[in-house]
Structure formats: structure tokens, C-alpha cells
């Protein structure tokens, strides 16, 4: 997004269009996280103090000599002190424009939460996070918990191989069995056929879905942070989901009696505006909502 988008998101918020002015500066930051200008802006159009604060913080950590952010975030820090700066006070010291940038908007989302009881629970390692979790982690944000793909995902292709196995040797014995005998008897002739015909078959289905079972398991994360709801799955489509602690509305689980004995089932996620993912074949789903809901009822 070039500067020139960034007037043009300064000029709405100078006429009042919050929302849309937060949206534009909220894509801003995301490809120009640097930006001390965008994110001073941008702590004018989000409402929650806490936003507030945040975008404040990160012009000041961009440059900290920046007043305008300083004064704002004095502002904030005392109650009965006068409300931040206005549209018109922020113009009249408008610091320069910069092209080079850093965040994302989902920064913007996130809140500074104060200490509570998920300032107990401890860190999940590092090495047990996904790649593409880790890679949008913002600075100090803590992963609480990580949820798994079950291994009975891998149980129909496993199914197919055991059959193509035993196809096989059925094939095998019934060809030995003619060949010794210099003929084929009826029942060997119909084994004979059934093996063949389905030896194919069974190695195709259980080789390819154990190939994409092995895909899934390693394509789909799914994180619980100190801010944030965090999930992706696919590698060619992918299906991804970054969802404020604040926003999301519920989290359900939908169990089989398969999942209920081996302890998986489908996570469904459902957030404010419509927001609604569904991570299938999650392990131990009760644990994690149980973890998510402690948090939101904070």
C-alpha cells in the first residue's frame, strides 16, 4: 500500500469516518508495520483503550521521540486527565511520512492484558509450535496451548493397506497353488479373482490416503495465546483463522462415539462478523475448550 493510501486514510479519519479509516490504516500496518504516522492514526480510530494504548506504543517504539504519541499515551494512563488528542491536534504536528514499516493488523487487534489467571499458565514450548504459528507471533505474546490432529486419522487408509495386504497374499497362494497343481479348482479360481481385482485398488486408496492424512496432520496448527485464537489448515488452499480473544463468541465440539472413545473430535470456532472455522480430527477438543473458555470468562 503506498503513502498515498495513507492520506487518504489520515483524510478520512479527519472527517470522521473511523471505521473505514481504521480499516485502511489496519491494512497499512500490516504491509508497513514501521510507520509511526499509521499507527498514531490508527490509535484515534479503535475504540478500546487497550487498542489505544498498543498503537501508541508501537509509534513511541518507532520513534521515541515522537510527542503527539507520548502525550496520547499520558492521556490514557490518567483517568481523570483530558480525553487523547483530536483529529485537528494531531495535524497541527503531523510527524513525516515514512516508507519504510513493520506489525500487522492483527497487532492492532490485540490487547495488552493485564495480569490475570492466564499470567499462570505456562509457556508451551517452542518447539512444539507450528512454523506458520510461530511466524505471526508478535513480540511477547505467549502461547498457552496447542492443539493436535488425532492419530485416527490415519485408521480408514491404514484399513485399505491391511486389506490390500491380505488381497495380495490371497492373490499370491491361489497363483502358487495353480501352478503346482497345473490347474484351478473353482473356489481357487474365484479367490483368485476377487485378489486380483481388488489388489489394485486397496494398495491405491491406502497408499494415496495415508499420503494425504500424513499431509493434513502436518498442514493443520492450532494455537491458544495470551491474545489471540490461532489456526490454519491446507497447504495449496488454505483455510486460516486469527481470531482477538476478545471477538470470539464460542467454541463447540462435535464428537462421535468413535471420538468420544479415542478422545477427538471437530473444533468449531465461532467469532463476531461471521467468523466460523472448523478444524476436524482435533485430539483431546474438550481439553482445549475447556483452556479457551477459562480465558474468556476472565
Known sequence: MSLDKLNDAITKAKSGDKVTAGK?????????????TAWLWLSVCVSPIEQKRFCLNKAL?????????RKALEKLDVP??????????????QPALQKSVQPTSRATQ????PASNRSKIPNVPMENVGEYIQSILMPNERVLATAQIHWVIFMTPAIFIVLAIFSTIAYFTSSLSAVSANSLSNSSMSVLLI??????PF???????????????KTTEFALTDKRVIGKSGIIKRNSLELVLGKVESISVNQ?????????????????????????YIAEPMTMKKTINSILAE
Open 24 to 36: 485502511m490504516l489496519s491494512e497499512y500496518v500490516r504491509e508497513n508495520p514501521s510507520n509511526e
Open 61 to 69: 517504539s518507532i520513534n521515541p521521540h515522537n510527542e503527539n504519541a
Open 80 to 93: 481523570s486527565s483530558q480525553p487523547p488528542p483530536s483529529f485537528a491536534e494531531l495535524s497541527d504536528n
Open 110 to 113: 490485540s490487547v495488552n492484558t
Open 195 to 200: 485378489s486380483s481385482s481388488c489388489c489394485i
Open 203 to 217: 494398495w491405491l486408496i491406502g497408499i494415496i490416503g495415508l499420503i494425504v492424512s500424513f499431509i493434513r496432520s
Open 256 to 280: 462421535n462415539i468413535l471420538g468420544r472413545i479415542f478422545d477427538f473430535g471437530t473444533l468449531v470456532v465461532t467469532g463476531s462478523g461471521g467468523t466460523h472455522q472448523v478444524f476436524p
